[in-house]
């Protein structure tokens, strides 16, 4: 029972990259997802979120016009779309699912069920 991301790496600022986040032994279909990031000596943040059903998003100020999160429920994944990176971008993201299926929307660290382990973003100037 595992949350699997993948897509991080090196990239220059101004550049793209795509995360996912691939379910496997449980699903997302009908629960609350989100992306936090944690920079090294920094707290893990939110960075977006999409809700259960209606697929609602929303983002940090940080992050917000650059970043796109978005979910297939067919095939049990979450995605985050990340444009125009800058190098304070650089962290560790992780994906997140819900405690609860009642949760639409998890924001805060408490909120979260299952955790990834995590995958390396890092942006050069």
């Known amino acids: 029972v595992q949350l699997v991301e993948s897509g991080g790496g090196v990239v220059q600022a101004g550049g793209s990259l795509r995360l996912s986040c691939a379910a496997s032994g449980l699903s997302l279909s009908n629960w609350g997802m989100a992306w936090f990031r944690q920079a090294p000596g920094k707290e893990r943040d939110v960075v977006a979120t999409?809700?259960?059903?209606?697929?609602?998003?929303d983002y940090s100020d940080s992050v917000k016009g650059r970043f796109t999160i978005s979910r297939d429920n067919a095939k049990d994944t979450v995605y985050l779309q990340m444009n125009s990176l800058k190098p304070e971008d650089t962290a560790i993201y992780y994906c997140a699912r819900a405690i609860s299926t009642t949760l639409t929307v998890p924001r805060r660290l408490a909120d979260i069920g299952y955790w990834g382990q995590g995958t390396l973003v890092t942006v050069s100037s």
């Open positions: 999409i809700s259960r059903r209606s697929g609602i998003t």
